[in-house]
């Protein structure tokens, strides 16, 4: 079954949210509930969910979202990003620094 774009949008959101928790090299147990909270929420499929939860607890190199697709919906994007960064009750100066980042990346002034 091919994915709806809501679902590839979830998805890639979700991978643009590891980026944001682990901005600070920390993955703290609050944004792993969000994250995980999130994607089940928003249907991503369950294998893509472990998959990506699992890249970031070893270490590894995190997937990089694709921009053509959150560019669609830069507020939610944003929005998400933002509740994420201060989900663990800090606003760490590389998380402010990436939410920025975002931003010129999604073309948003």
Same mark, same amino acid.
């Given at each position: ?36 909270? =999130? ?5 991503? /499929? @369950?294998? &893509? *969910?472990?998959? #990506?939860?699992?890249? =970031? ?5 995190? /997937? @990089?979202? &694709? *921009?053509?697709? #959150? ?39």
């Amino acid at each position: 079954m091919t994915p709806s774009a809501e679902d590839r949008f979830n998805t890639e959101i979700i991978k643009l949210l590891l980026q944001v928790a682990w901005s600070d090299r920390q993955l703290t147990h609050a944004e792993h509930l969000v994250i995980f909270g =999130l994607g089940r929420s928003w249907n991503v /499929p @369950e294998a &893509d *969910l472990q998959s #990506l939860l699992g890249a =970031l607890k070893a270490g590894g190199p995190l /997937p @990089e979202p &694709d *921009l053509a697709i #959150l560019r669609t919906r830069p507020d939610d994007v944003l929005e998400a990003a933002r509740a994420l960064a201060v989900s663990d009750g800090s606003f760490a100066d590389s998380e402010k620094a990436l939410i920025d980042r975002i931003k010129g990346m999604l073309s948003i002034p």
